[in-house]
């Protein structure tokens, strides 16, 4: 058994940096830039209007001008006209290209109209309400950096560029396999769920919950197999995994059982085993190997709480490296408060499942087994507890964001 750091040590280790793609804006949300984006606009691209209202000359108001004379209106869209003559103001919307000469803008509503003729209410200031071309952004400038987690905004401000897409890294192919003569696939077919089970049978709940875990991790899921537990059954779905994916992440039939066969399988594949068993809990039995091509197989415990934090914790961190990201074990990471006691009389360390309450503090949810996720599926993180330790209420703690 070793230590989770070296686990971790082990996996980065033998993790590369995935390759790369152009994708369009509709596909960019969630994927990695690759390389950093520069400005090739200014942002604004013109001395802009900031409000509704009407646009001026400065020195007309300083010259002690009461009222100004409307001759004309810019719109959002429309290009500027002819310069502002003595006296001259434009009414101005939101968005407008500012007149040549006007060099503030009055709000509306600080402005009495009469006819064509304004009279302000309030006293302006200089260069009010004008946005001045390049004060946000200048050609050339830094927008994004490499390694970078693109969001919605970040795709906004891309097509606010004008790109209409940009590289991003891969998303690692993988192929999520389960394992157990007990699982039944979840059919879909309208019967009543339970009539479908026989004695000892259940459903088939790490399948489907690992595929969507490696989507929300940056993983491209390629393959759902399925293992009976016999050897040479195993062998033939680990050696499709590994034909189609460039991670494998299986699930049960890691363990000392005699029915047991991903560690003997994988060896036949020729799989090297990098570590078997690492002290955490849930999630002891978790297996790790190599394959040739860079190739990683994951042997996630049966239990699906244990499935779920050994994907969390491991996994994820070389989904997202693969992916393209600068902070694969960062990302996902929170400070949070904790809000109840918590204490962990065990050997290992403890990997609790809770969520934040009203007030961001972390609690726990659902009894802390491995076999149900009553729990999970109600909790937002996991809270890593070390052996022995006890975490007292108001204290600030490392947690893990569930997928
Ligand atoms: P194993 O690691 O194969 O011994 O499995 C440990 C426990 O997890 C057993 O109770 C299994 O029935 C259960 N288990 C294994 N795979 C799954 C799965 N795909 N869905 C739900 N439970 C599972
Ligand atoms: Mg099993």
Same mark, same amino acid.
């Given at each position: /058994?070793?230590?989770?750091?070296?686990?971790?040590?082990? =996996?980065?280790?033998?993790?590369?940096?995935?390759?790369?793609?152009?994708?369009?804006?509709?596909?960019?949300?969630?994927?990695?830039?690759?390389?950093?984006?520069?400005?090739?606009?200014?942002?604004?691209?013109?001395?802009?209007?900031? /409000?509704?209202?009407?646009?001026? !000359?400065?020195?007309?108001?300083?010259?002690?001008?009461?009222?100004?004379?409307?001759?004309?209106?810019?719109?959002?869209?429309?290009?500027?006209?002819?310069?502002?003559?003595?006296?001259?103001?434009?009414?101005?919307?939101?968005?407008?290209? /500012?007149?040549?000469?006007?060099?503030?803008?009055? /709000?509306?509503?600080?402005? #009495?109209?009469?006819?064509?003729? =304004?009279?302000?209410?309030?006293?302006?200031?200089?260069?009010?309400?004008?946005?001045?071309?390049?004060?946000?952004?200048?050609?050339?400038?830094?927008?994004?950096?490499?390694?970078?987690?693109?969001?919605?905004?970040?795709?906004?401000?891309?097509?606010?560029?004008?790109?209409?897409?940009?590289?991003?890294?891969?998303?690692?192919?993988?192929?999520?396999?389960?394992?157990?003569?007990?699982?039944?696939?979840?059919?879909?077919?309208? !019967?009543?769920?339970?009539?479908?089970?026989?004695?000892?049978?259940?459903?088939?709940?790490?399948?489907?919950?690992?595929?969507?875990?490696?989507?929300?991790?940056?993983?491209?899921?390629?393959?759902?197999?399925?293992?009976?537990?016999?050897?040479?059954?195993?062998?033939?779905?680990?050696?499709?995994?590994?034909?189609?994916?460039?991670?494998?992440?299986?699930?049960?039939?890691?363990?000392?059982?005699? !029915?047991?066969?991903?560690?003997?399988?994988?060896?036949?594949?020729?799989? #090297?085993?990098?570590?078997?068993?690492?002290?955490?809990?849930?999630?002891?039995?978790?297996?790790?190997?190599?394959?040739?091509?860079?190739?990683?197989?994951?042997?996630?415990?049966?239990?699906?709480?244990?499935?779920?934090?050994?994907?969390?914790?491991?996994?994820?961190?070389?989904? #997202?490296? !693969?992916?393209?990201?600068?902070?694969?074990? #960062?990302?996902?990471?929170?400070?949070?408060?904790?809000?109840?006691?918590?204490?962990?009389?065990?050997?290992?360390?403890?990997?609790?499942?809770?969520?934040?309450?009203?007030?961001?503090?972390?609690?726990?949810?659902?009894?802390?087994?491995?076999?149900?996720?009553?729990?999970?599926?109600?909790?937002?993180?996991?809270?890593?507890?070390?052996?022995?330790?006890?975490?007292?209420?108001?204290?600030?703690?490392?947690?893990?964001?569930?997928?």
């Amino acid at each position: /058994m070793i230590e989770e750091v070296e686990a971790h040590a082990r =996996i980065a280790a033998t993790t590369a940096t995935g390759g790369e793609e152009w994708t369009g804006l509709e596909g960019l949300r969630g994927r990695y830039l690759r390389g950093e984006v520069r400005a090739g606009v200014a942002l604004p691209g013109f001395d802009q209007s900031a /409000m509704d209202g009407y646009a001026l !000359r400065w020195r007309d108001l300083e010259a002690g001008r009461g009222t100004l004379r409307v001759v004309g209106v810019s719109a959002a869209g429309g290009a500027a006209r002819r310069e502002l003559g003595e006296g001259e103001c434009v009414r101005i919307l939101t968005g407008a290209p /500012m007149p040549p000469g006007a060099d503030t803008v009055v /709000m509306q509503e600080d402005v #009495r109209r009469e006819g064509d003729r =304004i009279a302000l209410a309030c006293a302006a200031q200089r260069g009010e309400w004008v946005r001045k071309a390049g004060e946000i952004v200048c050609r050339g400038q830094l927008l994004l950096g490499g390694g970078e987690l693109l969001g919605s905004a970040a795709v906004g401000l891309l097509a606010s560029q004008g790109c209409h897409g940009a590289r991003v890294g891969r998303r690692p192919t993988v192929a999520v396999v389960t394992t157990g003569d007990e699982l039944v696939e979840v059919a879909g077919d309208g !019967r009543e769920p339970g009539a479908a089970l026989r004695g000892g049978e259940i459903f088939n709940s790490n399948g489907p919950m690992l595929a969507a875990a490696v989507a929300r991790f940056g993983g491209h899921c390629v393959a759902r197999l399925h293992a009976p537990d016999e050897l040479s059954a195993t062998v033939a779905v680990l050696s499709e995994a590994l034909a189609v994916a460039e991670v494998v992440v299986v699930a049960g039939g890691v363990s000392v059982g005699d !029915r047991d066969f991903v560690r003997p399988a994988l060896e036949v594949c020729a799989a #090297r085993e990098e570590f078997w068993r690492v002290r955490i809990q849930p999630g002891k039995p978790l297996l790790y190997a190599t394959a040739d091509g860079g190739r990683q197989v994951f042997g996630l415990p049966g239990n699906p709480v244990s499935a779920l934090t050994c994907c969390t914790v491991f996994v994820a961190p070389a989904l #997202r490296l !693969r992916a393209g990201a600068a902070e694969p074990v #960062r990302e996902g990471q929170r400070q949070v408060e904790i809000g109840e006691r918590l204490e962990n009389g065990g050997s290992r360390p403890h990997y609790l499942r809770g969520r934040l309450d009203e007030e961001g503090r972390f609690r726990l949810v659902g009894k802390q087994v491995s076999h149900s996720l009553l729990g999970a599926a109600r909790a937002s993180h996991l809270l890593r507890l070390d052996a022995g330790a006890t975490c007292e209420v108001g204290e600030r703690s490392w947690a893990l964001e569930l997928p």
